[in-house]
């Protein structure tokens, strides 16, 4: 059972960890709003919380300090600088890799650790280290003068008692929470004492194994705030009945009436200095102008404390994250492929209707229309869950520029655009990688030094864009710097020296920026942490590739670089032709094809001895044909007339030759993993409607192979040389 709560526990640290990053980067970007330093705060406090449950001290330890400073911050006592907020930057990436190491069993980097804690003991006055400071705006109401301004010194925090009801639902059972370890946390806090309220419970006939019964009243002494007391329960709102009363409610009440007796009571103003002695001003009757907000504020925010967290609807009201239920990802993937083979049933329906030998089958038909809306309903929303948004992921890609800035002695900064963009969750996971080298390498490379950057008549700090959107059914992510952009020559040359072109290839600018794409190709002069092994931007290349995906590169000197990533929306469903080939059915990608078309003999043109070319709008292209790239010969004279132009990554086209064209159609992507290996030009496989398994093509492959294709690129260099 402890694991399945520590388990838990690591997973809302997940989410407690992403909205820390959020509001930091809010922070850094100038929005200095108090809420969002206190989310900030709690945040940190809910997780240092649930460390200590579990005995993590050097996770305690630093999350301790951290959220120190922030109640520094919050309360007044500090500014937040530049230099401050770069720190706490930092130390938000740490705790992040201190609740990596706790859940992983990683090891920390030491010296890192105790720079960031002496860094941060700078902000903590000795006197306040061990003190935890009441929240501005929540809690007892703070002292007010006469004139309604907050005193420049607040007051030492006071003891104050709470009386707390806690029933736990029996939903928060099913969690793998335990009252245990709430009790626990709170006696960290001061005084506590617990009974047992056990008058709900039915004899043991009676008793269903599956509900809960008991529930506690709970008296805790304390200094800490209403909200440090209420974050206590944060894992488990919505999971059970909760209400928390402290002795300063009746006087915040109290404070709350007197200062609204005290804005409707409030004098009229006095006539203006120059009207006559007597006369009646001249003005029309204004209502008196409000009090200060601030008065107001703690009674309301314990009215909202005090009431029970699981009433209904109290998510709404408090403006917080909707409800969520976690599932295993396995169970997800089972779904789905049970939806596949939902389709896959309809498809073969529809087909043995066909075949029918009846003269009527409309109303068969209509209700088979009927089936194919709802299972397309179904499978539109089962792939909804396995959709989350990308933001998680660039928030993270956030701490790897600063590392890589730190590293290089660079100034750089991240821009996130279409956070909200949803990715199914493999790409999102599959896709940390490549996004991790490509940043590195954008601050590495792409970046200029401040002092070349300020020569150039740029900012001494380097900008990053990181964006995703969707585009014609696929997701592009686009990494952007304004860097110096790739250089050409020094490219070129490096390639010819590791024999990866011949020395007198004529190349065009983007065949020479693809060159970074090259198997152990790199332009580091030394071997760094980050750089100068020859291992990245093949990797790059690879990951992608395996998603079904494909990237390019594009450059312009003193400008900067765009690394572009287009994406399947999903691993699990795709739109494909459906084609013939060699009196086989195969599937080619929508997302590969620019249009299509029927040939004839005057828009074919030769090249060299076997090679062929397809003549487009005066544009030629070379035809690759798709039987013989495959190995398959065709039983009937009947040649290839029918033309797919495609393009590949490079922004090359070809013409993929078949024999014809049936339809359109969504189809379920089976894996041939562990069935048959890799197949040259095969990406995957599906079923179709009448039961015959379908290759599922990959035209970049096909064309990589295909020797007209390379003829063609040669014979266009030389054309360009000369």
């Given amino acids: 059972m402890s694991g399945s709560i520590q388990d838990t526990f690591f997973e809302e640290c ?14 850094e970007g100038g929005d200095h709003d108090p809420e969002i330093v206190n989310a900030i ?21 630093f999350a301790h300090r951290f959220e120190t400073v922030f109640d520094e911050v919050r309360a007044g006592r500090m500014e937040l600088d530049g230099k401050l907020i770069q720190l706490l930057l930092r130390s938000s990436d740490h705790l992040s890799a201190l609740v990596e190491a706790a859940r992983d069993g990683g090891q920390i980097d030491e010296a890192h650790h105790d720079t960031l804690l002496a860094a941060l003991d700078e902000y903590i006055p000795e006197e306040e280290e061990d003190l935890t400071f009441e929240p501005m705006g929540l809690g007892a109401p703070a002292p007010v003068t006469d004139l309604g301004i907050m005193p420049a010194t607040p007051a030492e925090p006071q003891q104050e008692t709470y009386r707390i009801r806690f029933r736990p639902l029996k939903e928060m059972y099913g969690t ?16 506590l004492t617990v009974k047992l309220d056990e008058t709900e419970l039915p004899g043991f006939d009676a008793m269903d194994m599956s509900e809960s019964y008991l529930a506690w009243d709970i008296t805790l002494v304390t200094k800490d705030s209403r909200s440090i007391v209420e974050a206590v329960f944060e894992f488990v709102e919505g999971l059970c009945e909760l209400s928390i009363e ?63 967290k699981a009433e209904s609807g109290m998510q709404e009201q408090r403006g917080g994250p909707k409800p969520t239920l976690r599932v295993e990802l396995e169970r997800v993937d089972r779904l789905i492929n049970a939806v596949g083979e939902l389709i896959i049933n309809h498809s073969m329906l529809a087909q043995q209707i066909a075949n029918l030998d009846v003269s009527d089958t409309r109303d068969v038909e209509t209700e088979l229309e009927g089936f194919k809306n709802l299972a397309r309903d179904i499978q539109e929303g089962v792939m909804a869950i396995r959709a989350q948004p990308v933001k998680p992921l660039f928030q993270r890609m956030a701490r790897i520029v600063r590392e890589a800035s730190a590293a290089t002695g660079k100034t750089c900064k991240l821009v996130n655009e279409g956070e909200n963009t949803e990715v199914d969750k493999t790409v999102i996971e599959r896709l940390s990688d490549p996004l991790t080298h490509i940043l590195r390498n954008a601050v590495d490379h792409g970046v200029e030094k401040p002092e070349d950057r300020e020569a150039a008549g740029k900012s001494k700090v380097g900008e990053i864009r ?29 390639a010819i020296e590791k024999g990866l072109i011949p020395e007198n290839a004529e190349l065009t600018d983007g065949e020479i920026d693809n060159l970074l794409f090259a198997p152990g190709f790199s332009t580091a002069k030394e071997v760094s942490n980050l750089s100068g092994r020859g291992v990245g931007m093949d990797v790059v290349k690879n990951a992608v590739t395996g998603l079904g995906g494909r990237i390019n590169i594009s450059s312009t000197p003193g400008k900067g670089s765009t690394f572009t990533i287009i994406l399947p929306l999903t691993l699990a469903v795709m739109d494909g032709m459906v084609v013939s080939v060699a009196d086989q059915t195969m599937v080619v990608p929508i997302t590969s094809i620019v ?15 076997d090679g062929t070319l397809l003549s487009i709008r005066g544009n030629f292209v070379p035809i690759c044909d798709v039987a013989g790239s495959l190995g398959l010969y065709r039983e009937s004279d009947r ?29 379920v992507i089976k894996s041939l993993d562990g069935v048959c ?23 970049e492959s096909i064309i990589a192979a295909s020797p007209t294709a390379a003829a063609f690129d040669t014979e266009r260099r030389m054309s360009n040389a000369s």
């Fill in 246 to 308: 402290g002795d300063g409610d009746a006087e915040a009440e109290a404070n709350a009436l007197a200062a609204l007796d005290a804005m409707f009571s409030a004098p009229a103003a006095p006539p203006a200095a120059d009207a006559a002695e007597g006369e009646a001003p001249a003005v029309p009757f204004e209502p008196p102008v409000p009090a200060p907000e601030p008065e107001a504020k703690p009674a309301a925010a314990e009215e909202k404390a005090s009431a029970p």
């Fill in 639 to 667: 040649q290839a007339g029918v033309y797919l132009l495609v393009e590949t990554e490079t922004g090359q086209r070809c013409a993929l030759a078949v024999d014809d064209i049936h339809d359109q159609r969504q189809v």
């Fill in 677 to 699: 290996g890799e197949i040259a030009g095969v990406a995957a496989a599906t079923i179709l409607g009448d039961g015959k398994i379908a290759m599922i093509l990959d035209p």
């Fill in 176 to 191: 793998g929470n335990e009252p245990f370890f709430l009790f626990q946390a709170l006696r960290d806090m001061g005084d």
């Fill in 466 to 494: 990181l964006s995703a959107s969707h585009r014609s059914g696929s997701v592009c992510i686009e990494i952007k710097d304004d860097g110096a952009g790739v250089n050409r020559p020094r490219v070129k040359q490096i």
């Fill in 595 to 609: 249009e299509t078309m029927r040939g004839s003999d005057d828009m074919i043109n030769s090249l060299g001895a």
């Fill in 14 to 27: 997940e989410e407690l960890l992403e909205a820390t990053d959020e509001g930091l980067t809010a922070i």
């Fill in 41 to 61: 705060f709690r945040a940190v406090h809910s997780i240092k919380g649930g460390a200590g449950a579990f005995g993590l001290d050097d996770l305690v330890a």
